[in-house]
């Protein structure tokens, strides 16, 4: 979206590309790598100097290269039904050895390019070149891509050394969510969702590997319970003893220490980067945020992602300075985006929007990854409050305390097909918005990693209807005014 | 009492849970709704009170719950929002909502919005880290929340004893139905998968003496019945639920007999007790922390595949050729579970079929066409 890349920006790939380096490398040199749950307490893993790889995360991007539907049929394949959660049905199918893989003719050595795929062909003027011989638009050749097939890791290990061996190898698509190591252990909290407890079981079950699980129960109450952090300070001891009896090594407290802090700065960085889309206009989308959840995700407790955190947040003070942002269109309305996006569908989520200059000024990753901390209790507390293992009220309130402070004029709820825990009560949450905030409502169906469940025009029309209401709430309000 | 009369008020009960609920209000009892799963009855009990289960409906139409949950949920729970806000339920006295799937979560949320004013909403988180001291001492808090809600309700202390009592209560009760599901197993000529299910449905909405004791006499009788010659097949069923009528017809209409179960609404609710000495809060944690084999619970030694050759050997131990999986439509703890089962069963030579079911589902000719033709290869 934006034409000029950011000195964060920049920064904050880097920290990603090289946790991924990281964890590959150690893979290599026979170290163990773990599997984990996006908020498993991630400063425990640290504290041991482990390399972890992050599968929603994983997911995510898999989805966003386009090979979520492959990957997802691939799980259904193995027996995972089509209703079980995107992000876990690609996670699955990855754990089983499961790659999508380019298409290469075994006797050429060649890639078989698909000739659906591609941009049409523009001449120097931009103008689109027509083959006279079919009447149709040219294809750029440049942009033209293989075709995707479903690739198995443990068949071409088991085939002889040789041309076809490595030509299969050569041909697993090279991004980087496409060659994560397999794990050696898992690591699962669920706070998130029960799913994510199935989910490991069967990664641990499929590779016989260690499981090691946090457990946090879903919470009624906006306090977390004395008693209800006392279980969870047990599990942190619990979980220590089983990581030194994996590595062999002592837990390391002022490893630990360090960690801790480090994910605390990464997270008040996040959380002060998610507060600048409170200026009017808007230094950035929410979509770009979006980008920036690997980082949060992989690398919260290095202190190179509070580093280009931080270096981001200068980068969004000088363009309030100079009145700059990264949204491609003048900003006339805002809204609040619920949910975790479909990431197959980024640019046809973002048509619409950019059609209307909706800008996307809130978004609830913000309160989702803001952990920070005092103690080892309050580091017990902060992991109790996950989006999904929160009460209404708390929820409500988190949302509405960024509606509030980004100035939202709408909300634009994505009714998550893979995500059961999320969706389970938005109907409810939306009614309250409208009521407490004045501002309108709109839901639409999709899915954060299959394509299949997101439908086009449904949400074309939910935008048109969204943007219709806010319209409405403008000229009422500028009326009153009056 | 004849078996044929005590399966008809089995049937009754079953078929009608509004008139049992009446019936307890007009003596002047207080009656706990129940969800699913592992709620601690024993709780309501010694309160004095009646519990009774709350599994969704086979006769409702999902219509007033759309407000609230979109369409990929269990119709189990929506349906028990339907029925709570439909006036089915207005009797209740309360609700206890367990929260162990990710749909239980939100809608415990949504349970407790809809009948703000209306109906106090008990809470329930079960730790999935059961075993250990730290989790047992979770789940005896957790209960110890249930047990103060239940004391406001019922306006009466929860004693030591009366829950000692409770637990014996429940214990009879679901040793009664092991030994139920153990006969009908042995006399499917007697006792029809029909028949079967209504009497395990209607644990949940009796009493839990008379219940008991009306199962003893009805397993009494038929213990006492000559040895079966049955020339249909057996089959083990697994799943979250399979309590229609209809959909059990076809089983006796083709002489399939259920041999054992492992249903959630059915035996994976009573292979456990609790110990009925020493303190009786912790008695219930640790009956909590010993529920194995379960898709909705952590499993520790989760790289075997235990629940799996469980359910397989449950199949060969019973006698029966093959099992029927219930597969509850938007259930993932069951559709997560499912490649592993399929695993253990293919392994263990057991053949199987899963058949998609919700509450909703009012024709059954595929299922009937899909029953007979594994009856076929069995």
Not at chain 2, 310 to 339: I, T
Not at chain 2, 356 to 362: A, I, L, P, S
Request: with cysteine; net charge negative; charged share 25%.
């Amino acid at each position: 979206m934006a034409k000029t890349v950011s000195p964060g920006v920049l920064a904050l790939r880097k920290v990603v590309d090289d946790v991924h380096a990281d964890a590959r490398k150690a893979h290599a040199e026979g170290r163990l790598v773990g599997w984990s749950s996006s908020k498993f307490p991630c400063e425990l893993a640290a504290a041991f100097d482990l390399d972890v790889m992050y599968p929603e995360n994983q997911a995510a991007g898999i989805a966003a290269n386009r090979d979520g539907e492959i990957m997802c049929q691939a799980a259904e394949d193995l027996g995972f039904d089509n209703d079980i959660c995107g992000y876990a049905r690609i996670s699955l199918a990855y754990a089983a050895g499961k790659r999508a893989s380019r298409k290469v003719d075994l006797e050429t050595g060649e890639y078989v390019i698909n000739p659906n795929s591609g941009k049409p062909l523009k001449d120097e003027n931009g103008k689109v070149v027509i083959d006279p011989e079919t009447g149709k638009p040219k294809k750029d050749p440049k942009t033209m891509v293989p075709y995707t097939v479903l690739d198995d890791i443990y068949e071409i290990e088991a085939l002889p050394e040789g041309r076809e061996k490595e030509l299969r190898k050569a041909a697993i698509k090279p991004y980087r969510q496409m060659q994560i190591p397999q794990p050696d252990f898992v690591l699962c909290c669920n706070n998130i969702c029960n799913c994510m407890t199935k989910w490991y079981e069967n990664i641990a079950r499929m590779r016989n590997i260690p499981l090691i699980m946090i457990d946090i129960p879903y919470n009624n109450t906006v306090e977390v319970a004395d008693t209800n952090v006392a279980y969870v300070r047990a599990q942190f001891d619990n979980a220590i003893k089983q990581l030194e009896e994996l590595t062999g090594k002592k837990f390391d407290e002022k490893k630990f220490e360090q960690a801790c802090a480090n994910a605390n700065r990464t997270a008040s960085a996040w959380l002060r980067v998610c507060d600048y889309l409170q200026y009017k206009p808007a230094p950035y989308s929410g979509f770009d945020l979006f980008n920036h959840m690997a980082d949060i995700v992989t690398a919260r407790a290095k202190v190179q992602a509070a580093e280009a955190f931080e270096l981001l947040e200068k980068d969004l003070a000088e363009a309030v300075k100079n009145g700059e942002t990264t949204t491609p269109f003048p900003e006339q309305y805002r809204v609040m985006f619920e949910g975790i996006p479909c990431w197959p569908k980024l640019p046809n989520l973002f048509k619409p929007l950019k059609a209307n200059g909706v800008n996307v000024t809130a978004v609830v990753y913000a309160p989702a990854f803001g952990f920070v901390y005092d103690d080892l209790d309050g580091m017990a507390r902060a992991y109790y409050k996950a989006p999904n293992s929160v009460c209404i009220e708390q929820g409500v309130d988190w949302r509405e305390g960024i509606c509030r402070d980004n100035k939202v004029d709408g909300v634009l709820v994505h009714y998550n097909r893979s995500c059961k825990p999320w969706s389970g009560y938005m109907a409810e949450m939306q009614r309250r918005f409208t009521e407490d905030l004045g501002v309108p409502c709109a839901g639409f169906d999709g899915d954060q990693a299959d394509p299949r469940n997101f439908n086009e025009a449904q949400y074309e029309t939910r935008v048109q209807g969204l943007v219709e209401a806010m319209e409405a709430n403008k000229a009422k309000k500028e009326a009153e005014a009056k | 009492m004849s078996t044929e009369v005590l399966l008809n008020e089995f049937k009754e009960v079953s078929e009608h849970p509004h008139v049992v609920l009446s019936e307890y209000k007009k003596q002047g009892k207080k009656v706990i709704g129940v969800l699913p799963y592992y709620a601690p009855v024993e709780l309501v009990v010694a309160a004095g009170m009646v519990p009774m289960g709350i599994w969704g409906s086979n006769n409702k139409t999902i219509s007033m719950a759309k407000e609230y949950c979109a369409t990929f949920y269990c119709t189990i729970a929506q349906l028990a929002l339907e029925m709570l806000l439909d006036g089915t339920m207005d009797q209740l006295d309360g609700i206890i909502t367990p929260t162990i799937c990710d749909t239980l979560r939100p809608m415990s949320q949504n349970f407790r919005v809809a009948m703000k004013d209306k109906l106090p909403c008990i809470f329930l988180a079960h730790p999935q880290h059961r075993k250990p001291a730290f989790g047992l001492q979770f789940t005896v808090d957790q209960y110890t929340h249930v047990k103060n809600e239940l004391e406001k309700i019922a306006g009466t202390a929860i004693t030591d004893e009366a829950l000692r009592e409770a637990i014996k209560v429940m214990n009879r009760s679901r040793a009664a139905r092991r030994e139920f599901v153990k006969l009908a197993g042995q006399h499917p000529d007697a006792v029809s998968a029909v028949n079967r299910s209504a009497v395990l449905r209607a644990a949940w909405f009796m009493e839990p003496v008379p219940f008991a004791e009306k199962l003893e006499a009805l397993n009494a009788e038929l213990k006492a019945l000559p040895e079966c010659k049955w020339t249909g097949k057996k089959i083990v069923t697994s799943g979250i639920i399979c309590d229609n009528p209809k959909l059990l017809q076809i089983f006796d209409d083709n002489k399939i007999a259920i041999a054992a179960d492992d249903v959630a609404q059915e035996s994976r609710a009573i292979r456990v007790d609790a110990a009925e000495t020493g303190d009786p809060m912790m008695a219930l944690a640790q009956q909590f922390a010993d529920q194995d084999y379960e898709v909705l619970l952590y499993d520790e030694h989760s790289n075997q595949n235990r629940r799996g050759e469980y359910v397989a050997n449950l199949v060969k131990n019973s006698g029966a050729q093959g099992l029927v999986l219930f597969m509850q439509q938007f259930c993932d703890p069951e559709e997560m579970e499912y490649p592993y089962l399929k695993k253990a069963l293919d392994n263990a030579g057991v053949p199987h079929i899963k058949l998609g079911v919700d509450q909703q589902m009012r024709d059954f000719g595929q299922a009937s066409t899909a029953i007979q033709a594994f009856a076929d290869v069995l």
